[in-house]
């Protein structure tokens, strides 16, 4: 079946930089973009950006410009998101999600990243 | 970017009962519109996507309408399992990808 699984929780001081791997199974990887979403602890769901698994091209919201790098190997069937300069504010769920046309599925099974001194 | 408007942001219903949820964007998005389940704990689902479309497995008490700019979640019986906070998400496939998620709604038991 379509899987994505997602590296483990880290636990980071602020100002350094955090890297979650997301690693596909069950479809042609390059077929799909995957989205990367996050969620503060209480909080909704925020886009943080995607990355086609077919030509690398990638979108980042505005917000996170500069702070985040989006990346795949597909070698090895596996997006990445790396998020540097990390805040307290940066403290959430990371989730990766298999982008069709439409909509988000599936998705995996979010990585807590927690920044603090 | 384009903004959603989810309302509202809490609601309370009996099992059993007709529950709607609704969403406006900033802009006319056409049927972009996507509708996403999360249980506590748990990674959201996708239950409908381009307004009304329902995803594959999901129960068809669950539907969807709208287009534009103002677009309905509906639920016609409200059953146990369906407690979770619901989110509309927006998406613009037209280069830059722009994507939007609404504040989401948390739906509890009477």
């Known amino acids: 079946q379509v899987q994505l699984v997602q590296s483990g929780a880290e636990v980071k001081k602020p100002g350094a930089s955090v890297k979650v791997s997301c690693k596909a199974s069950?479809?042609?990887?390059?077929?799909?973009?995957i989205s990367w979403v996050r969620q503060a602890p209480g909080q909704g769901l925020e886009w943080m950006g995607w990355?086609?698994?077919?030509?690398?091209?990638?979108n980042y919201a505005q917000k996170l410009q500069g702070r985040v790098t989006m990346t795949t190997d597909t070698s090895t069937s596996t997006a990445y998101m790396e998020l540097r300069s990390l805040r307290s504010d940066d403290t959430a769920v990371y989730y990766c999600?298999?982008?069709?046309?439409?909509?988000?599925?599936?998705w995996g099974q979010g990585t807590l990243v927690t920044v603090s001194s | 970017d384009i903004q959603m408007t989810q309302s509202p942001s809490s609601l309370s219903a009996s099992v059993g009962d007709r529950v709607t949820i609704t969403c406006q964007a900033s802009?006319?998005?056409?049927?972009?519109l996507n509708w996403y389940q999360q249980k506590p704990g748990k990674a959201p689902k996708l239950l409908i996507y381009?307004?009304?479309n329902l995803e594959t497995g999901v129960p068809s008490r669950f539907s969807g309408s709208g287009s534009g700019t103002d677009f309905t979640f509906t639920i016609s019986s409200l059953q146990p399992e369906d407690i979770a906070t619901y989110y509309c998400?927006?998406?613009?496939?037209?280069?830059?990808?722009?994507?939007?998620f609404g504040q989401g709604t948390r739906l509890e038991i009477k």
């Open positions: 999600a298999r982008k069709g046309w439409a909509g988000f599925d599936p």
């Open positions: 802009q006319d998005i056409s049927n972009y």
């Open positions: 069950g479809y042609t990887f390059t077929s799909y973009g």
């Open positions: 990355i086609s698994a077919y030509n690398g091209n990638t």
């Open positions: 998400q927006q998406y613009d496939n037209l280069p830059p990808l722009s994507i939007t």
């Open positions: 381009d307004a009304s």
